[in-house]
């Protein structure tokens, strides 16, 4: 889990923007197989989690319906 505060400032700032108020409950670095890698962030918002993703440079990825993982 990483510390919101350690983050680039243009990921917090999207990461603030995106969570529109809901509670950040975590961020996590996803690495995939090609060596690149985004961070996963889960948000509560009125009582349900959800997630999304943002790169390294604070771009916005994609929104994860269900934030529970499927492997």
Known sequence: MIDLKTLP???Q???TEKAAGGKVVRVQREDD???KWNYEV???TNGKEWGFEVD???KYLKKH???KKTE
Request: glycine letters at 12%; charged letters at 20%.
């Open 56 to 58: 390294p440079s604070g």
């Open 33 to 35: 197989k090609n060596g």
């Open 9 to 11: 400032a243009a990921v």
């Open 13 to 15: 700032k999207t990461i």
């Open 65 to 67: 319906v269900d934030a």
């Open 42 to 44: 889960i948000v509560k």
